[in-house]
């Protein structure tokens, strides 16, 4: 077997190891126990929760607990606002 053949061979080997093993990332979860939420139009909404426990910035569900618009929904960015306990979800969706 040629050097060029047998460093393709180990790389492909490395890559398909480390791929396995890398363990899969949660994207998060917040519980709010109210909110509201701005129509954004179409499907899209952005959300605004307080008091929140959880984690997660990025595709992250929000769970509503009570009040108007209480449901669960599937965020692509949430930021935490620690000193109102509170988030900002912005463009999510419904989840079903």
Request: proline residues 5%.
């Amino acid at each position: 077997m040629s050097v060029k053949r047998l460093a393709t061979v180990a790389a492909a080997v490395l890559l398909a190891v480390t791929t396995v093993s890398v363990p899969a990332q949660a994207a998060g979860t917040w519980q709010c126990q109210e909110g509201s939420r701005y129509w954004l139009g179409g499907t899209r909404y952005n959300i605004k929760g307080r008091p929140c426990t959880g984690s997660g910035t990025e595709n992250v569900s929000v769970h509503i607990r009570f009040g108007a618009i209480w449901d669960s929904f599937r965020c692509p960015r949430v930021t935490y606002l620690p000193a109102d306990q509170r988030i900002e979800a912005l463009s999510c969706t419904l989840l079903p």
